[in-house]
């Protein structure tokens, strides 16, 4: 009687161990839990600076980054709250690109270096995200874009080029994320460099032209929203007179 009570016990707490197991895995995700961006923080802190990227640090680094590149591979982002999500794909994104120009370091000039007459780099299947193999247009094109709409995006993904917008040095993420898209979109528009208002002429990057639509192809009405100081008094006195013009975009890497 007592050994029949002994093994009734012993498989109740298997199952009551088992089942505790399963929740302790299962529900974090199901949960939307956040992503570890532990590793690629401290890479970014250690190897880029006011948006220049020590490519060659990185690369000594590498191991480092593939062990994040693996943390994101494991992760489904499905799961994800939408703002921890959209930050996922944007550091995704990032990451990708670097570990993309780390396979031609230090030989790579440019990104477009590593593509070729059939197949531009922003197409090669590389991206691997929770066992799927992704290229970086898939992510832009058929995920940030679409699904969340937020034209600021365009300054927080860098292709690893000169005229791109400035790699931070920390990760995105989805409590910050606001304020993350504001203050870099805002960082690129007042910046002396990707901006210039000559008289009634507004000079802007190439990327208003190739997003157009994603600004509702209304540039200055989107400078508007985040100019700052005297670019913005101007814009708004000569708002109805202003010509938009595109500058020309500099492909070659953003690297020391």
Partial sequence: MIRSIDKKTGACLIVFFL??????????????????HGIYAELLAKHVQNGVVNYAGFKADEARLDQYLQVLEQVDPERLPREEQFAFYINAYNAWTIKLILTGYPGVKSIKDLGSLIQSPWKKEFVRIHGKTLSLDDIEHSVLRPRFKDPRVHFAIVCASKSCPPLISEPYRGATLDAQLTRVTSDF???????RLEGNTLRVSSIFKWFAEDFNKDVVGFYLRFAQGELKQKLQAGRDGI?????DYDWSLNGV
């Avoid at 089942?19 to 570890?36: H, K, N, Q, R, Y």
């Avoid at 528009?189 to 901006?195: A, E, F, M």
């Avoid at 010509?243 to 500058?247: D, G, N, Q, R």
């Fill in 189 to 195: 528009l007042n910046g002396p460099v990707n901006s």
């Fill in 19 to 36: 089942s505790g197991l399963m929740t302790s895995t299962i529900l974090p995700a199901a949960a939307g839990s956040m992503v570890d």
């Fill in 243 to 247: 010509e938009v013009k595109y500058l």
